[in-house]
């Protein structure tokens, strides 16, 4: 008789506990039917103060954890340069590492997902094996806003095939001083360049619907968010010192610094980053006018604004001197998101004190946590919180090699190509008894890539994987050619040698940020030796790869044919293709190539400009298979008969 009654007990507690189900508060913000507005409502009335402001912490993945991602709410995770899981780490790697985190922030009361964000800034650029494309002078010198596009899209797949749904990019700095540091990072000391390339962050995001300009946008699970930087006047700084003061009036600021940024919030774009830079002697990272009033109200951004890293420790001199007026100052000027990195406890009680004790008002907390809240919601974060294995494919495809490599060829600019009266050397005969190939950026991918390169400053060497240039030339010339590698020959070698041409090699070393600050722009040693030595002897062609106009005007007489390839990435057979004349230079100068560095800044359009070679310059080339030659070559025979036969079918 005994089991009856534990029967009915059972019975119910299971009645019970269904009708506590049936009960159970339906939870809006996790319905994607719903609005967005109302999602955000129903989620920040459910919000304590200490879950709002973890949604405001980004921390580096060194610090993070599931626990601290559990137990401080955290917003965000971001990757900076090369903050990476191990050396030479596997996308699945990378995925594990990030679904970790995020089943940290799902664990807690809420389960708001948190956002992991990378420097993405030429391609998955941390990340071992990705494909790294040109850096951005490069590609400003294409002109080519689809090809920009295309880039962004390629870019997008390869940061989610590392479990990944936020990129840093793009910068969209008007470089107007090439000491900067950073001046590789910006397409070009033109705004109108500048503004054309924002065509990256569709590539990224997706394209904004229509009726929705202006709103935070990402077109489902291969696109990621964008964040555009850095805001604003960041390429304007005083003799091009890094995160230094721009002095302008307010008529300069909008139209050569603020143009991009319009075209960049119609097209969506999700999230804002300051600049470490001042205007007028105010740090950007405090700047409540510009940051509040201009970019939110007036331009009517409704993404979230980020700090740069360790941002508003930099609003004191020295950094970090007094943090918490530094957190006043940042939030109150209107970041939304703030980059830690490392201190976030520091930071979560700082604002915490602030805000309980009314020196930050409950409605600066609110704007930024719906601002947040926005974005996630905008790219399906709720619904799509951990990433699978199913786009690791993605990471370094051959299909995104081919657009890089296109990207190189396009990116080239040729700025002499013979010495006067004498035939042009280019395209170079890939049918030769011997060439040398010489310098210090011929068989170096480091080299290649430049900064922002599987580490923060690039490093030299065979870093990750791709094409030499060397390898590239090697592979492109005659299988007969023997083609001979010196890095750093004497003259003697070189006249001995008997080589029919050479083609040289040369330019900057790997640097980033502060680091590449440089007053004098001299060309590194021991490029101008490897210069003097070979073209003395032998006819040449020398290829820079810099990233900005460096001091070439004694060497150029010395050069039969001279190349400003950038930073190409890691496809170095771009260059090769259109050195030998597979296809033709179509490039232009994207910056202003000075004489001397007494000259700086110039840009195009003042009054005293007297350039060595200026915006815009680039001679042409037609790819061979428009010369007589193409008939001793079977590939180009086969390519005229194919489109002979597509134009007599379009005739009929």
């Not at 790997?510 to 070979?534: A, H, K, M, R």
Request: neutral net charge; contains cysteine; glycine residues 8%.
């Amino acid at each position: 008789m005994a089991k009856y009654p534990i029967f009915l007990i059972g019975m119910v507690l299971v009645l019970c506990c269904c009708t506590s189900i049936a009960k159970a508060e339906y939870m809006i913000y996790k319905d994607p039917k719903h609005p967005t507005s109302l999602r955000i409502r129903d989620l920040m009335k459910r919000m304590t103060l200490e879950e709002k402001i973890g949604q405001m912490t980004q921390i580096d993945r060194a610090v993070a954890s599931t626990e601290v991602m559990k137990n401080y709410y955290i917003g965000s995770v971001l990757s900076g340069g090369g903050s990476v899981p191990a050396p030479k780490a596997s996308a699945e790697t990378w995925v594990d590492m990030v679904n970790d985190f995020q089943r940290g922030s799902l664990s807690t009361r809420l389960g708001i997902p948190m956002i992991y964000g990378i420097d993405a800034v030429h391609g998955n650029n941390n990340v071992y094996k990705a494909t790294i494309f040109p850096h951005n002078v490069g590609l400003g010198a294409t002109r080519d806003p689809e090809l920009i596009k295309r880039i962004g899209a390629a870019t997008a797949l390869e940061v989610r095939a590392t479990g990944i749904p936020y990129a840093f990019a793009p910068c969209i700095a008007v470089c107007r001083d090439p000491r900067w540091g950073r001046c590789y990072e910006s397409y070009s000391e033109d705004p109108s360049v500048v503004k054309s390339m924002t065509e990256l962050i569709p590539g990224l995001q997706g394209d904004v619907p229509p009726n929705s300009k202006g709103v935070p946008y990402m077109a489902g699970q291969k696109k990621v968010i964008a964040s555009a930087k850095h805001f604003v006047g960041d390429g304007g700084t005083t003799d091009g010192i890094n995160e230094n003061n721009t002095v302008s009036n307010m008529h300069e600021l909008l139209s050569i610094h603020m143009p991009a940024y319009y075209d960049s919030i119609i097209k969506g774009v999700s999230t804002v980053m300051i600049s470490y830079s001042s205007w007028n002697g105010v740090k950007m990272h405090a700047n409540r006018d510009l940051i509040t009033g201009f970019l939110k109200k007036r331009l009517r951004f409704r993404g979230f604004v980020i700090s740069d890293w360790e941002g508003i420790d930099r609003i004191t001199t020295p950094p970090h001197a007094n943090y918490t007026y530094s957190i006043l100052a940042g939030v109150n000027a209107g970041i939304d998101m703030i980059m830690v990195p490392y201190n976030y406890t520091e930071f979560i009680d700082g604002l915490t004190f602030l805000v309980k004790n009314n020196f930050v008002s409950m409605s600066r907390i609110d704007d930024a946590v719906k601002r947040i809240l926005r974005v996630k919601f905008a790219m399906g974060l709720f619904e799509h919180p951990l990433a699978d294995y199913s786009m690791t494919k993605y990471l370094g495809c051959q299909e995104h090699r081919e657009l890089a490599r296109e990207a190189v060829r396009k990116s080239l600019v040729l700025l002499k190509n013979g010495q006067s009266g004498e035939k042009p050397l280019l395209p170079l005969p890939k049918k030769a008894s011997k060439i040398l190939v010489a310098g210090t950026h011929a068989n170096d991918i480091g080299n290649q890539c430049g900064g922002w390169t599987i580490e923060w400053h690039g490093a030299s060497g065979n870093i990750t994987v791709g094409t030499t240039i060397l390898t590239a030339i090697k592979n492109t010339v005659d299988p007969k050619t023997e083609v001979i590698f010196s890095e750093n020959p004497d003259s003697d070698y070189v006249k001995t040698n008997k080589f029919e041409y050479a083609v040289v090699v040369v330019g900057e070393p790997p640097y980033s940020e502060t680091y590449g600050d440089n007053t004098n722009l001299t060309l590194p040693d021991p490029g101008p030796s490897i210069i003097t030595n070979v073209c003395g002897s032998v006819k040449c062609i020398v290829v820079l790869i810099t990233g900005r106009p460096v001091m070439i005007q004694p060497y150029v007489a010395q050069t039969n044919a001279l190349v400003a390839a950038s930073l190409p990435g890691t496809e170095g057979q771009g260059v090769a293709d259109v050195l030998f004349g597979d296809y033709g230079f179509t490039g232009k100068l994207s910056r202003t190539w000075f004489k001397s560095v007494d000259q700086l800044p110039m840009n195009v359009g003042d009054k005293h400009y007297d350039p060595l070679f200026p915006f815009g310059y680039g001679l042409t080339t037609e790819p061979l298979v428009f010369t007589l030659g193409f008939f001793y070559q079977p590939q180009y025979i086969i390519f005229f008969l194919l489109k002979t036969c597509d134009f007599l079918v379009h005739l009929l």
